[in-house]
């Protein structure tokens, strides 16, 4: 269907994802319009993986190698665009994978549990029969938070997450990695390290990355995460943006 | 539904309209991703209409007032957000509103013909019993042009059109009024005036425009055409997006 040589292939590419997963009940209605939001920002930081956002994946891959209990946290727009990935760094690395969704209904939960379950994930948090914890004052009808998932869990990955459930994250004290095309979100501004790139670019440079790094010495690791500050990672972020535009 | 002291209220507002307008037949799936593009461009320019584009929709106001037979081309965005204004627009000016549809089917068509007929529209142009001038080179399964909608027009108004249409439309020697919310598009660098503003506020504001500038001499009227630059206009919208980020 789609024509290879047009200017925007991938971006096409993506976007039939997004629209089949919408049509299986993986996306709700706002995940259609959230990946517009996000096809925004990639343009604007040239569809590409920058130096610096290489850098703060390596970072990224380093927490996960010292982190005891890692949870990667998956929305339906990650499932569409990337859950054969997310299966392949969960068996990686070893850690479940929690679903969370802002529009928390039982069919999306089981659409999405079904989608991992057949990818081979072995621990699937945040469906239905888990626990949660009570956060009454986040809007919707989502859950911020599973207790199995996230209770426990020193280190949550959140792509794609919303603003108010990243600072609840942090309200309870947890290192935070978040994937997020706008530096200035405050997803963005409350994790602990902000890849902002294209979630699509991103899992298959961490899945690299922590392939390269566990093989390193643990004071090297170390050294990495100590030599990070999210602050300078987020302005070199917003100029190659601005670099865009002049 | 909505809570209206949510920090995103008026957002939200027109979100639900586009999901409402997706789920009446009017709007394609891309449309809803379309959507979610302009909410990251409104956010950067900071979702208010800037002394500049306020400039550039009088501009846009002393155009129409000139020219003989201009068209208001719209879309499914443009009808889910804002049809009863372009239907306001159509009256003031006594001038017809064309359909063109990226994803043509005969049933958006419809939806979207009912909707200005509702609204009173007068003349309705692009429908499926008009005839096309044959554009081979556009991909997809759209029409470019109406003849009657647009051969004899010396003036089109397309908002939230895309690069394609808008090109062919400048090779026509047509004079374009676009609404683009990104100042770097190939729509808003090809377009003799280009609004670089959300087009929910667009339209209102261009509707006092009209009023205000039709009790105007021709000489002013002209001399605001004259002294008008896209260039400059873009470069300036450029610029309000770049302090944004600083």
Request: charged share 20%; proline share 15%; no cysteine.
């Given at each position: 269907m789609l024509n290879k040589d047009h200017p925007r292939y991938q971006s096409l590419v993506y976007r039939e994802k997004i629209v089949e997963a919408h049509e299986n009940g993986i996306l709700a209605d706002s995940g259609m319009i959230a990946h517009g939001r996000g096809e925004t920002f990639d343009y604007l930081i040239g569809e590409k993986t920058t130096p610096n956002s290489q850098n703060t994946i390596d970072v990224a891959a380093c927490y996960f190698l010292t982190r005891k209990h890692p949870v990667l946290s998956v929305n339906g727009n990650t499932t569409a665009l990337v859950s054969e990935d997310i299966a392949k760094l969960s068996e990686l690395l070893d850690i479940p994978v929690e679903i969370n969704l802002y529009y928390r209904t039982p069919e999306r939960i089981e659409n999405i549990e079904r989608v991992y379950k057949d990818l081979g994930v072995k621990e699937i948090l945040g469906t239905d029969e888990d626990d949660f914890i009570d956060?009454?004052?986040?809007?919707?009808?989502?859950?911020?938070?599973?207790i199995e998932g996230i209770?426990?869990?020193?280190l949550v990955f959140i792509p794609l997450e919303d603003g108010d459930r990243a600072e609840k994250l942090y309200d309870l004290g947890k290192d935070i990695i978040s994937v997020d095309?706008?530096?200035?979100s405050r997803t963005a501004q409350t994790?602990?390290?902000?890849?902002?790139?294209n979630i699509v670019r991103v899992i298959p440079a961490l899945i690299e990355s922590v392939k390269k790094y566990e093989n390193y010495d643990k004071t090297d690791i170390q050294e990495k995460i100590d030599l990070f500050n999210n602050k300078t990672n987020l302005n070199i972020a917003i100029k190659d943006i601005i670099k865009r535009f002049e």
């Open positions: 956060t009454p004052n986040l809007n919707g009808p989502r859950s911020p938070v599973s209770k426990k869990s020193d095309l706008n530096p200035l994790s602990t390290v902000t890849i902002v790139d």
